[in-house]
């Protein structure tokens, strides 16, 4: 027997311990305490966390921003992270509370209520658990009814992330399906390509549709290559241009316009050092519609 | 003697100074560098500290919003947490710069110009103490005067959250006693309930009050019950109303109005999905009353 | 040979992985998932790193502001720490990737596009290399042109903080020169100084001009002794004034301007618990100059 062995374990455990990331988001903003008190809680659980921010400046209530924006970064973060998102309308009603495995080994902790309708695609339903509150609640809060992520979700997702807890002890296990919001999904039809506009890249003005690369690769179109582009709100056009499609802004001059593949790999368009949402007046959602073609 | 004992003391000690965590707040906004100037003060004193932010977004010179945001926060951190608060009009005069133990066991850096008001009330005067700023001031900083958060707050919280130093080793011992803002408590009369507005929840628009859920309880109003409400500005009524309390925002309609308890059990007014304080016009302070009573 | 030496070796590891902090700046703002995506990959890189901000509120494309910022905080940082700056309007196209390793031993990652400005000029130019993206570049990424910030800079900052790569495995050496924006220094002709407007202090309105301590210490100005000054913008005067020099704010009543030495030593103005730059219309920027002399 390696008679370091026990020194051996402390310090693996010591180390596995600070492994434990958690990543909050919300739509809180942080002009007041709320996000320091989610983290105070988190810390309690464990000083020894790494606790980070997406974002807290989701529009409130903006269920649709809030799944996005975990669909923007998750990804990116090392397999075991926890994510918190409190997005939550409903708090204090019915809507369950659950963590999300996703195949990819992330953990999101969130209300079911639509959060999850963009990673639950992507990255897929590993196993879905209802959060137990008998036990993943903190102590002394049973008379607080307004703010469950700091007395639930940043409690339960500090647990989960520092080990005091596995994933089972989280709660009961669900069926593989999460509530989701419906989106049309872009598609080609002739050489023509109809797709959403999914969000704005807010601080640049750069719009962001829904036409995954894989897609508009069909339509064959070379660095350099015009296309035709219209974009509509409720059916009636907001703006008809051709412009061209780039790699990258710098190919263009300062202050034109261009369509590119965004940094999730998505047909979006941008001027260069400049503001295309506001120039152009266009913003996001269901009911904004673009067509996609080569230009004759 | 166990051969492991320096070792085991070595990874204790690891351990212990990983536990040291600095939370920020002041009214610096995240624009430029101050706020991460003070945290590389803090990261020289030992990159092992784990700084986060309480917030840096309280209104300039806005003290008794600082005092509410460490009221709201202070209690969800562990034992041993410090504080750094600078909202510091007075700074480069005679005010005293101290550091606060509160009787839960939690440490805040600060000018004592108010900023404790709260504090010292609810999680108690543990023990009060004079920074000495012979020893307790970042070296090479005797010639500026205009920044204490960097080279004296934030280099003394990082030195006790180290260990670098004891309480004991901040300075002096003061009385039991900071400067506090005065505010009435709220008080019943009959069966009226008299308080103030202490602050706005402005992210979401709802109205904080002062009153205490121990007193509203008073009131024996059950979940649905009827409250009138009247709520002045300089003795002039802004908004006298009925509405409904309840225990959560989605007992009421999506746009209709609520009292319930805020996450500090405090009586509080809000929309459903809505913004209470933008719609009625109401605002927070010492001169925005209000008046509560069942509804007949 | 001390028995104990693989595992002091493997506990020294650990520490030293602690020690290694990576600092983020960016003008993407923290709206949406970009600084989240980028901190996710330093994350993956190693999940023990500590992960800070500077700021993401660069106004967009503002080089001048992202140098003035490095050079306001980088020096209260520990040696050894590694900075991201991402204010790349040129992103895609053909300027370098660098990093900078000071003379005082600070690491700064960024498109050599001016970024460097000032930090190269006070802290020292102690070696720059090239970013090698042969290497230094996120895996799955090669086909993502427009967030060099996350596939590049987050990615290599990571592994230079934690250690996976030396500094000589960031790329080929370069000579010891950055891209640097044109300023004139502040001069002294008889008993006149003059200078720019380097930077306003946005959340208090100050206005930091580029005059040094040493410059101004040769008009012999006392405690309290009386500056004319006089701001320009485009050769028009926008401001003539007489105020007087103090150490620090409080020593004029509220309302009242002064000029101050601010936390970086350069002379400023200021109104007590006003806002200088609304009150007189005043920017930052090369075409704001002003003249500084004693009152007679």
């Given at each position: 027997l390696n008679p370091f062995l026990p020194l051996l374990l402390l310090i693996a455990n010591i180390a596995a311990a600070q492994n434990g990331i958690v990543v909050f988001q919300s739509?809180?903003?942080?002009?007041?305490?709320a996000v320091a008190a989610m983290k105070g809680v988190s810390s309690s659980v464990s000083p020894n966390l790494r606790l980070y921010d997406l974002?807290?400046?989701?529009?409130?209530?903006?269920i649709w921003e809030a799944s996005l924006r975990l669909e923007q970064t998750v990804r990116y973060w090392p397999e075991g992270t926890v994510f918190v998102s409190v997005v939550d309308p409903g708090v204090g009603t019915e809507r369950r509370s659950v963590v999300l495995k996703t195949r990819s080994g992330h953990y999101i902790v969130t209300?079911?209520?639509?959060?999850l309708t963009h990673i639950s695609l992507s990255l897929g339903i590993g196993e879905l658990r209802s959060i137990?509150?008998?036990?993943?609640r903190r102590q002394e809060?049973?008379?607080?009814?307004?703010f469950h992520g700091r007395d639930v979700y940043a409690y339960t997702a500090a647990r989960l992330a520092s080990h005091t807890i596995s994933f089972e002890q989280v709660g009961p296990a669900l069926p593989d399906s999460v509530t989701a919001i419906f989106s049309q999904p872009a598609s080609l039809t002739g050489n023509i390509i109809a797709g959403t506009i999914s969000i704005l890249d807010v601080q640049f003005g750069n719009v962001w549709t829904n036409i995954p690369s894989g897609l508009f690769q069909q339509l064959n179109i070379k660095e350099g290559g015009l296309l035709d582009i219209t974009i509509k709100h409720h059916q009636k056009t907001v703006l008809q241009a051709t412009i061209p499609y780039h790699t990258t802004f710098g190919k263009v001059a300062a202050g034109q316009p261009l369509a590119y593949l965004n940094s999730l790999m998505q047909l979006s368009f941008a001027i260069n050092e400049g503001d295309f949402a506001k120039k152009f007046k266009v913003a996001s959602g269901s009911d904004w519609t673009v067509e996609v073609k080569p230009a004759r």
């Open positions: 739509d809180f903003g942080v002009k007041d305490g974002t807290h400046e989701i529009p409130a209530y903006n209300p079911d209520n639509g959060t137990d509150e008998t036990v993943n809060s049973d008379s607080s009814y307004t």
